[in-house]
């Protein structure tokens, strides 16, 4: 088992930053590819990013590709997203998940954490 907890969200204006922190517990962190998926109220789970187990690799969303950044520490155990440059349309709960290969489908991934609200006011 791995338990994920997220924190870092909030209510920040258009243009500005967030910083997403997911902390990992359990199963050996630094096996697991990460990823973290956004859900807006009314609308599917989307892929966000994805890292793999090493950080040497990285996958983002068109949406976000050159306004996030994911990275990870594994002496921390924790995966963070960076988002700069927040628009309105980012607003979603965002959720960091776990799994050996690292994708953009939610249901490849075994574990997922709680949740953090992002709200992005205009």
């Known amino acids: 088992q791995v338990q994920l907890v997220e924190s870092g969200g909030g209510l920040v204006q258009a243009g500005g930053s967030l910083r997403l922190s997911c902390a990992a517990s359990?199963?050996?962190?630094?096996?697991?590819?990460m990823g973290w998926f956004r859900q807006a109220p009314g609308k599917e789970r989307e892929f966000v990013a994805a890292?793999?187990?090493?950080?040497?690799?990285?996958y983002y969303a068109d949406s976000v590709k050159g306004r996030f950044t994911i990275s990870r520490d594994n002496a921390k155990n924790t995966v963070y997203l960076q988002m700069n440059s927040l628009k309105p349309e980012d607003t979603a709960v965002y959720y960091c998940?776990?799994?050996?290969?690292?994708?953009?489908?939610?249901?490849?991934?075994?574990?997922w954490g709680q949740g953090t609200q992002v709200t992005v006011s205009s």
């Open positions: 890292i793999t187990w090493s950080g040497g690799s990285t």
């Open positions: 359990g199963r050996t962190f630094s096996n697991y590819a």
């Open positions: 998940a776990a799994d050996l290969v690292p994708g953009p489908r939610a249901y490849e991934y075994d574990y």
